[in-house]
């Protein structure tokens, strides 16, 4: 790890809507991941969709709700309302995730998703495991949704964590503005650098933008500092020998070698119904058989380092 002069600020607020200790799967050794919320893409897959929006957002477990209306009362903004049935429908578009619902709710059949923390509220939970660390070469990993969206809280955390002689780790899309990204890699140990297509219309379809910025940007990354290439890999969407080779081709010309293989589910499925969202991959089926071990091979046999996610 570099030692840096570091001007970490401790009381600039960003917004989190996860923080998950004994992380073993966001970069080497034992970590503290930090979910970022907002996000400038739209992957149809996402498993974190309350991470798109940069502000904290409201989730309604249907099956939960006793239909008691004590929401429709507290609401200041007046976004809950009773159906002709008696069901509780929610105007998304009201909604400021203010929490004042889930107060009242006596069956908790709400939760807010995402909370405002100061740099310095975070790196406390952070610090709490710094002899894991220690231990294991392990350290913080900032994720999300995008972590750069939230630029100057990313940059004064990964500052911050410098100072506690915390390894950092940047689990990114790379759509992030270039100027950015070199500024938050001052403070960057390990890049973990998301690549979902190859193809810039095929890119755009999946996610929503155009891939061209995150190959440039994955070429500055990958002459500054430690990079793994991630591909959630989609059955029928990105994982054709073309794209594949395509992807190789990419990374030997940058000389990169590690690549991890992040396989579809389903898991985040139902976050969405909570979070009054479409999900648009419903007939999607996850990979089975020895299906992922076939493509490892194929990657292996171009002389690629390849993990299982
Ligand atoms: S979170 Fe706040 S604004 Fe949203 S429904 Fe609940 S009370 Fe209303
Ligand atoms: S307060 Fe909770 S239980 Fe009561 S109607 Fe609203 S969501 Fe349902």
């Not at 939970?125 to 350290?139: A, C, H, I, P, T």
């Not at 219309?201 to 190959?215: C, F, K, P, Q």
């Not at 190789?248 to 979070?275: A, V």
Request: proline content about 5%; overall charge negative.
């Amino acid at each position: 790890m570099r030692n840096h002069e570091s001007a970490a600020k401790g009381d600039v607020r960003g917004c989190v809507f996860n923080i998950e200790r004994f992380a073993i799967r966001d970069g080497p050794g034992i970590r503290t991941t930090v979910f970022l919320k907002g996000c400038p893409l739209r992957c149809l897959w996402c498993s974190n969709p309350e991470s798109m929006q940069p502000f904290p957002q409201l989730f309604y477990f249907e099956n939960l709700c006793t239909r008691c209306y004590r929401c429709v009362e507290a609401c200041p903004n007046k976004a809950n309302t009773v159906t002709p049935e008696g069901a509780i429908a929610i105007d998304r578009s009201l909604c400021q995730g203010c929490g004042k619902c889930v107060e009242v709710c006596p069956s908790k059949a709400r939760e807010i998703s995402g909370k405002i923390m100061t740099v310095e509220e975070v790196l406390e939970e952070v610090r709490k495991d710094s002899l894991f660390y220690q231990n294991s070469g392990g350290g913080i990993t900032a994720s999300g949704g995008e972590p750069a969206h939230q630029p100057e809280f990313l940059w004064h955390l990964f500052a911050g964590s410098h100072q506690s002689a915390i390894h950092t780790c940047l689990d990114t899309t790379g759509f992030v503005k270039t100027e950015s990204l070199q500024r938050i890699l001052e403070h960057t140990d390990l890049v973990l650098y998301d690549i979902k297509h190859m193809d810039p219309a095929r890119h755009r379809e999946l996610t929503g933008v155009d891939n061209s910025l995150i190959l440039e940007n994955a070429r500055v990354v990958a002459a500054s500092r430690p990079m793994i290439i991630r591909v959630p890999l989609i059955p029928g969407h990105n994982d054709s020998e073309e794209n594949l080779n395509a992807l190789t081709k990419f990374m030997t010309e940058l000389g990169l070698k590690r690549i991890d293989l992040l396989p579809y589910h389903s898991l985040g499925k139902q976050k969405y119904t909570r979070l009054g969202l479409e999900y648009k991959l419903d007939e999607l089926k996850p990979y089975e058989g020895d299906e992922v071990s076939v493509i490892k091979a194929a990657l292996e046999s171009h002389g690629l380092e390849v993990g299982i996610g």
